[in-house]
């Protein structure tokens, strides 16, 4: 299973992004797929969640902000980013589980991740 993460870039604070997560090597749908990151000195953070039946879930410093979306057909997630504001500076991750929805506390449940993509927000 392969997740590559790519869409992160500097931007202005209230600014927007859009991050995609391509993924391969396995057949079927993931049973979920997540957004994390992790910004320096701190642990990593559940951003945004996705199961195979489309319920989401968003960490509260990003609801009315982030929306992620995910195009079964070409194995894509993505994760629109807008009204970024400096405290969104990270490394974003992708990550997918294919027998569960765990938490997004939960990180080692989650088994299969992206290698990043940073997103820097300047104010």
């Known amino acids: 299973v392969q997740l590559v993460e790519s869409g992160g870039g500097s931007v202005q604070a209230g600014g927007s992004l859009r991050l995609s997560c391509q993924t391969s090597?396995?057949?079927?749908?993931?049973?979920?797929v997540g957004w994390f990151r992790q910004a320096p000195g701190k642990e990593r953070e559940g951003v945004s969640t996705i199961d195979r039946f489309d319920r989401r879930t968003y960490a509260d410093p990003v609801k009315g902000r982030f929306t992620t979306s995910i195009d079964n057909a070409e194995n894509t997630l993505y994760l629109q980013m807008n009204a970024l504001k400096p405290e969104d500076t990270a490394m974003y991750y992708c990550?997918?589980?294919?027998?569960?929805?765990?938490?997004?506390?939960?990180?080692?449940?989650?088994?299969?991740w992206g290698q990043g993509t940073q997103v820097t927000v300047s104010s």
């Open positions: 990550a997918a589980n294919f027998a569960r929805c765990p938490s997004s506390d939960d990180l080692e449940s989650w088994g299969n």
């Open positions: 090597g396995f057949t079927g749908v993931a049973n979920c």
